[in-house]
């Protein structure tokens, strides 16, 4: 099965901060937290270390491991952070075929600071990243079965209808997870190009961010899931969507967007679980417990292994079950990638794990 991502390529350093020597401050009224670094110290690190990273270049590799044929469509800076990439992807079996170089500005990085609960602050530089366009697009790239589009950055973003239409164009199951970025200053577009999208993933604020949108096209509330004597809600079903002064439930934005199109839409919510909409059931997976050491790259673990083991034909509730394994493997890494599993991993973990990884169905 052949597959191919589109999107960032990265270079990640890593600082690791004992949980003394850097405060954290969470708000009351809000699921906001901060990291407090003091002005003029210098903070003594547990560890520094770089890392290939970026959502196309962690979601190649993850599909890589599960056993697809993989290439990835990125562009890359004329530096040698972009040597370190395509080194990356060549031990990693990925194809850097259609990997462009641009000497307008460099490879992106990134810097990120992971202390306490290890969900780090990012500071990023998205370089070449932006310079992806529809000229740069070509047909035979996207002859694949299986196209997954991660984050877009500024300029890049315009090309993303452009990318649906030729993976459609080829018949690929085309998966996609936009970030924030991408969802403020372009999601009517990104709403528009919906209806040619068979899985759509993001985690719960971006998720928030389309609420607007949706809001405009089909009204806000919804119901709520139907409950049995004494269950209790995951806090998403609970908590709903809201931005910009709208609301919506669980219920009713799941309904919105599958009205738009897609045929499975994943909404992460970190170690709350994962909620998976269909046209006939809503589903929900807790985490699997494990040591954080890193929250970064378990996004993009949690969505290429639902994409690919849907592509491969497995139950739904089976791919949201080997997402949240995969997931929980990436969380014991500080790295995006080192934690990623094999294919025969996760199915060995699939039967050991199904007691604690029990999926909630709730039938529309």
């Known amino acids: ?7 960032g390529a990265m270079i990640d350093t890593i600082a690791i901060i004992g949980s003394d020597r850097i405060e954290r401050m969470s708000m009351l009224n809000a699921d906001s937290s901060f990291l407090l670094l003091e002005e003029g110290s210098k903070i003594e690190a547990l560890e520094i270390s770089t890392h290939v990273g970026g959502g196309a270049v962690n979601v190649a590799v993850a599909m890589a491991r599960l056993g697809l044929d993989v290439a990835t469509l990125v562009k890359l800076g004329k530096d040698a952070r972009a040597e370190t990439v395509l080194s990356r992807l060549l031990e990693e079996g990925v194809s850097s075929r259609w990997a462009m ?17 290890r969900n780090a602050a990012i500071f990023t530089f998205r370089g070449a990243n932006t310079l992806l366009a529809e000229a740069d697009l070509r047909k035979e790239a996207f002859a694949a079965d299986v196209v997954y589009v991660s984050s877009l950055s500024n300029e890049s973003a315009d090309a993303f209808p452009a990318i649906v239409e030729l993976a459609k164009a080829q018949r690929a199951l085309v998966a996609t997870n936009p970030r924030v970025r991408q969802l403020s200053s372009r999601g009517g577009a990104f709403l528009d190009s919906l209806a040619r999208m068979d899985i759509l993933a993001v985690n719960r604020i971006e998720a928030d961010l389309l609420v607007p949108g949706l809001v405009a096209r089909f009204g806000e509330g919804g119901k709520a899931l139907g409950l049995k004597p ?20 669980l219920v009713g934005f799941f309904a919105a967007l599958r009205r738009l199109g897609p045929r499975y839409v994943v909404v992460t919510d970190g170690r709350h679980g994962a909620f998976l909409g269909t046209k006939d059931a809503i589903m929900y997976c807790p985490v699997l ?23 491969m034909g497995r139950p739904a509730e089976e791919a949201l079950r080997a997402a949240a394994i995969n997931a929980g493997s990436v969380v014991g890494h500080v790295d995006t990638q080192t934690g990623l599993l094999s294919r025969e991993e996760i199915d060995r973990r699939l039967a050991e794990a199904k007691p604690t990884l029990e999926v909630r169905i709730w039938s529309h």
Do not use: I
């Not at 170089?101 to 609960?117: E, F, I, K, N």
């Open 1 to 7: 099965m052949k597959a191919l991502t589109v999107g």
């Open 289 to 311: 417990k494990t040591k954080v050491a890193g929250t970064a790259g378990a996004g993009d673990a949690f969505n290429a292994t639902f994409t690919a083991y849907v592509a």
């Open 230 to 249: 004494g269950e209790q809600l995951p806090r998403l079903a609970v908590r709903g969507f809201a931005s910009g002064g709208h609301e919506m439930s």
């Open 101 to 117: 170089r641009d000497g307008r500005a460099p490879t992106g990085a990134s810097v990120l600071v992971s202390s306490h609960d």
